[in-house]
């Protein structure tokens, strides 16, 4: 399929500045700080993602987006200790790594809806995989891995860790991406930490603390206000239909 010059650059930048650099910064600020920190500023996407559609006129920032966003925000607080003691850590870099985090998030979620309009998905994706792929080639390169002597296991490791944590969310992300316009889309990820404090209970058996359940309850909630039709305005991005 011949992709126009314009729109190949579309999707290598939404590998590098998106795709790649969410999750570069994202582990900056799990380094420098802690995991609830950098979640949480990763997890104010949705809070950019808003202010940049209103402002670009895409859609009002209605009562019922703006309560989404909020109930998104502060559920996620709840979920991963936010508001207990040293709940936060603070680092300046750290903190600049988690927002930075935040805004290639909600940048691939903007720019992907666009970009989906026009392509099937499995092909945004592997162009935009390869350009993230083609990146860390040249932050770390090949011969760097080859040199620190991995085992059969650990490859392995590396392959299924790579497959499901990686290809596997973005195939499906960008399979909602496309029908659902940006806001609705980071909405829902934020379901994330909700499954994976739910899985650790039933799994691992940790204990699902009060504050835990109750953020659950507003994610849940923000994610069903945020797909309810509001009949007061309409989206200014049309339905997709399916490319074939």
């Known amino acids: 399929m011949s992709i126009p010059l314009r729109d190949l650059g579309r999707l290598l930048a939404l590998g590098t500045f998106g795709i790649a650099a969410s999750n570069y910064f994202y582990y900056v600020a799990i380094q420098r700080t802690n995991v609830a920190t950098a979640i949480i500023l990763q997890y104010t996407a949705p ?37 207990r003691p040293g709940g936060l850590r603070l680092d300046t870099i750290g903190l600049t790594g988690g927002l930075l985090a935040a805004f290639s998030f909600a940048f691939y979620n903007v720019g992907g809806h666009n970009i989906l309009a026009r392509y099937d998905h499995w092909l945004v994706l592997l162009y935009t995989t390869m350009a993230a792929s083609l990146l860390w080639i040249v932050v770390n390169p090949p011969w760097k891995i080859v040199a620190a002597h991995y085992s059969p296991g650990q490859w392995l490791f590396l392959l299924v860790f790579a497959l499901l944590s990686v290809l596997a969310p973005f195939a499906l992300y960008f399979g909602g ?55 007061r305005t309409r989206d200014a991005v049309p339905p997709l239909e399916p490319i074939e």
């Not at 202010?51 to 607080?77: D, E, N, S």
């Not at 953020?215 to 909630?221: D, N, S």
């Open 177 to 231: 991406l496309k029908y659902l316009e940006p806001t609705r889309a980071i909405v829902v990820s934020c379901l994330e930490p909700v499954f994976s404090i739910v899985l650790a209970a039933l799994v691992l058996g940790e204990t699902l603390r009060t504050l835990q359940a109750i953020g659950i309850v507003l994610v849940l909630a923000a994610v069903v206000i945020v797909q309810t039709p509001d009949r």
């Open 47 to 83: 809070v950019w993602v808003l202010l940049y559609m209103a402002l670009r006129g895409k859609h009002k920032p209605t009562l019922q987006r703006v309560t989404a966003v909020v109930f998104a925000l502060v559920g996620i607080a709840l979920l991963i200790g936010v508001f």
